[in-house]
């Protein structure tokens, strides 16, 4: 039997998609245990370049299940626009994708209050991907959520009544104080005002979610546990990354959900026993999107900074870059109970003279241990670095370790010993077979 769980160690981002990618060509269940469509994971394989954010990535293996777990929550719109791409692609998935009935629902209020939740903190705004995802985890843990079952159980339409109600009067109070922004995420045409929402259209365009997904949607506690008995092996996908869970990110700089891999078991019914083997995703350099410390980060007219560039798969945002951070890796990896590392993007590095790792921090001028800072003082810490000397040679789709530049052998072998984890796996491009495997 073997149950493993992906998790990216860093602020998301970290290439989770194609290291998911690598591995789902052996499982025979590829599951997402947490999070919506704040998630993006981008696949590149033989039908195209897909960004992902809500079916998971092993869809594209013909062998494999999909299951979204109940620990997920779902935009209805989202999902069905995702599965006309995929399909469109040439993908069937008929029989093989499972959506959790106990799955929460995102709603078009969820959506609304995260971007007026963000408009009212102002400069103190989290920097939301504005999905709806932390008011739909709010409403699921204060027993406000709408999930599938409700259709089931023929609850949906007096639990929405109640929903609206409720949600109408803080939807017009705030809205009333902010003026019509123009917010170019999904749910724009509602999310940029403060109107009230009507019930009934609310009601239709769910049930006619409902309608559409309604083959898909299961109890998936037999269909895991079936597997599980039968020793399948089940691939397991964390979304966002390790340094966005709510409890261990730097708070309020977080996601809405628990990121770790532990909430692999409580987001799919897997006993925490049966996981097998858990991998950190680690990006060769750091990104974030959104607000909140990052202690390596580069100023945008650095010329590593320029190389870093990137721009998130959901948001199309900029992503703030800068050097590989391994103090929160390392803390990551001892939270999560990391085996291995894979680490993506190694190819980005070539042809920069000089590179750093930062292996500490400081703070008032006194070594810090990650999980000793917390909220403000990160903000504050100074990182220590350890200088490498860099490669000017592509190393993109080497396959063996042996063939990269030494100076690349060397900041691997220095990730591995900074950060206490073997490093298994490097991605040296996009490609599905640019991995090299140690
Ligand atoms: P939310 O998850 O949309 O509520 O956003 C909370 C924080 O998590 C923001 O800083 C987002 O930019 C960040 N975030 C959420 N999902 C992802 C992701 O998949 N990758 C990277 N950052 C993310």
Redesign the pocket.
């Known amino acids: 039997m073997s149950v493993t769980v992906i998790v990216?160690s860093q602020?998301?981002?970290e290439g989770k998609g194609k290291a998911i990618d690598y591995f789902a060509r052996n499982a025979d269940f590829v599951a997402r245990y947490n999070?919506?469509n704040?998630?993006?994971?981008t696949v590149i394989n033989e039908h195209g370049t897909f960004k992902i954010h809500l079916v998971p990535s092993g869809i594209f293996y013909p062998h494999t299940k999909c299951l979204m777990g109940n620990g997920m929550v779902i935009d209805p719109q989202v999902l069905l626009d995702e599965m006309k791409e995929i399909r469109r692609a040439g993908i069937d998935f008929e029989k093989r994708l499972f959506i959790a009935q106990r799955a929460h629902l995102i709603m078009p209020y969820h959506k609304m209050l995260?971007g007026l939740y963000e408009q009212a903190k102002g400069a103190g705004a989290?920097?939301?991907?504005?999905?709806?995802?932390?008011p739909a985890f709010a409403d699921k843990i204060s027993y406000n959520g709408l999930r599938w079952a409700d259709f089931i159980g023929k609850t949906f339409d007096e639990r929405l009544a109640v929903q609206i109600g409720l949600k109408n009067k803080i939807i017009t109070a705030l809205g009333r104080k902010s003026s019509r922004s123009t917010l170019d995420v999904q749910g724009a045409r509602r999310l940029a005002s403060g109107d009230a929402l009507d019930y009934e259209d609310v009601r239709e365009e769910y049930w006619n979610y409902y309608e559409q997904l309604k083959p898909y949607i299961k109890e998936l506690a037999p269909i895991v546990h079936k597997g599980l008995e039968q020793n399948k092996k089940f691939l397991l996908e964390q979304?966002?990354?390790s340094l966005?869970d709510t409890d261990w990110?730097v708070y309020p700089?977080?996601?809405?959900?628990t990121t770790l891999a532990s909430a692999a078991t409580t987001g799919l019914g897997i006993p925490p026993r049966k996981i097998s083997r858990i991998i950190g995703v680690t990006k060769a350099y750091s990104?974030?999107?959104?607000?909140?410390p990052m202690p390596t980060e580069l100023p945008d007219d650095h010329p590593a900074r320029e190389q870093f560039a990137e721009t998130?798969?959901?948001?199309g945002?900029k992503?703030r870059a800068g050097w590989l951070d391994l103090v929160p890796v390392k803390f990551t990896a001892q939270i999560n109970g990391t085996d291995a590392l894979f680490v993506t993007k190694l190819d980005t590095l070539s042809g920069i003279d000089e590179l750093k790792i930062c292996v500490g921090y400081k703070l008032d001028g006194k070594p810090v241990q990650f999980s000793e800072v917390e909220g403000a003082g990160m903000a504050r810490v100074e990182p220590v670095y350890r200088s490498f000397r860099g490669w000017q040679e592509d190393v993109r789709g080497i396959r063996k370790f042996a063939d990269l530049p030494k100076n690349a052998q060397k900041y691997i072998e220095a990730i591995e010993k900074i950060s206490g984890v073997p490093v298994r796996f490097i991605g040296t491009g996009p490609e599905r077979e640019a991995v090299i495997k140690r």
Do not use: C, Y
Not at 38 to 41: K, P, R, V
Not at 253 to 257: E, H, I, K, W
């Open positions: 990216g602020w998301g981002d999070g919506g704040n998630a993006g994971h995260d989290t920097g939301t991907t504005r999905r709806g995802i932390g979304a966002m990354g966005l990110g700089f977080v996601t809405a959900s990104t974030r999107v959104g607000a909140g998130a798969a959901t948001t945002r992503r």
